[in-house]
């Protein structure tokens, strides 16, 4: 109901401009007076002038407000919307790799699920870390294929990474809608679907303190774009400070990769140098297992001596020794949700929509024993 209404007001506020009422490098209207003015809630203003920032219309000036960027040409709109569309595209580097965890798996199958519940195909366009241009070859491949060559191509789900971030840009001149799982950077508010690793994070870092682990490890993969690594650890460390604890009775391990001997390496050096800690949180199931093995082959008991998190929610966390306690992270829901956002963008011709976030569960198993009464009480001081 609320993007049906935006829709409205994004074609009032387009006439404004049209018929010189809002003139071109004018400041807009606020959207607190706007949203005033018409009784409406102030998002369904924020929306309404998305709808306009996407088209180029308009555009936000930090610290100064909005303003009027251009006229628009009835002749032709900047993105024709794609009503026939058939097609989602997908990029990844885990569609080629057989190695690759189930996390870019269940993504892809509700995506398709969403897809295919509405008449849309997939196509997949892998990549490879060993191509030296991997965005020539993506660009190479999208530009040939038979649904970009009969207009069918709705959008494209892309699963960033530093070898092509490049590439979004290149889909805008393009005109082709696209959406990243998880965001390219901190500061992203469009065209991206995510999961609450923060609050999820936070969580933990609070059943952390209240079990009084006074010296805990973030065991992480290396921050950078389409990684969530750095909204976990700074959610575990507001955590654990609110729930009484010091900040310097936690410390921060960063890992070159995500796999299990990365996490098994890191976490022995800190053995070694200063000893076993009583938890540790790990960004990712493979670098917690990692640190599960090693604290096994140091004859610590878990979760008597020492207790282990992970926070992908990954099947082998289930089969580990003993089964893991993990943040459960909405996989297919994600996926699901990312196959809607670029079927909305293909009908109305945008190509930014606001991101969207889905929320996380705790996953209980023996290495980090919680009751469920607590989770729920501590869930809601945190979100109240």
Not at 9 to 35: D, S
Not at 71 to 77: D, E, I, L, T
Not at 330 to 348: D, K, N, Y
Request: glycine residues 8%; hydrophobic residues 40%.
């Amino acid at each position: 109901m609320h993007e049906a209404l935006s829709q409205r007001l994004a074609r009032q506020f387009r006439q404004k401009i049209e018929t010189g009422e809002w003139a071109v490098g004018k400041r807009l209207p606020t959207t607190r007076a706007l949203a005033a003015e018409l009784r409406v809630s102030i998002n369904t203003v924020q929306n309404a002038f998305r709808h306009l920032e996407a088209h180029d219309l308009v555009e936000r000036r930090p610290r100064l407000g909005g303003y009027v960027k251009a006229r628009p040409n009835r002749a032709s709109s900047a993105v024709a919307p794609t009503r026939k569309a058939t097609v989602l595209g997908i990029v990844s580097r885990y569609t080629e790799n057989p190695d690759a965890d189930d996390f870019g798996h269940n993504i892809v199958r509700g995506c398709a699920r969403a897809a295919g519940d509405a008449g849309f195909h997939l196509a997949m366009y892998p990549f490879s870390y060993d191509d030296p241009n991997p965005i020539k070859s993506l660009l190479s491949t999208i530009d040939n294929t038979a649904a970009r060559a009969a207009g069918v191509l709705g959008g494209i789900l892309v699963f960033p990474s530093k070898p092509i971030l490049g590439l979004l840009e290149e889909l805008d001149r393009r005109q082709i809608a696209w959406v990243t799982i998880n965001r390219r950077d901190a500061n992203e508010t469009q065209n991206f679907v995510s999961f609450d690793a923060f609050g999820g994070s936070r969580l933990i870092g609070r059943l952390f303190a209240k079990q009084n682990i006074d010296r805990a490890v973030v065991l992480s993969d290396t921050f950078g774009p389409g990684k969530t690594s750095a909204e976990k650890y700074f959610g575990f460390l507001q955590g654990y400070v609110e729930g009484g604890m010091l900040s310097r009775n936690l410390d921060y391990i960063d890992c070159d990769s995500y796999q299990e001997m990365a996490g098994y390496e890191r976490i022995r050096r800190y053995f070694d140098e200063f000893g076993p800690p009583k938890g540790v949180y790990a960004s990712g199931d493979f670098l917690a297992l990692g640190a599960a093995r090693l604290a096994r082959e140091r004859g610590l008991r878990i979760p008597e001596d020492i207790v282990v998190v992970g926070s992908t929610g990954l099947h082998v966390a289930a089969y580990a020794t003993p089964p893991m306690t993990v943040m459960q992270v909405p996989m297919e829901q994600m996926g699901r949700e990312a196959a809607r956002m670029l079927m909305q963008m293909s009908r109305e011709g945008d190509r930014r929509i606001a991101g969207r976030f889905v929320p996380t569960s705790l996953l209980v198993r023996e290495s980090f024993v919680v009751d469920e009464t607590e989770i729920q009480h501590i869930r809601a001081e945190i979100t109240s």
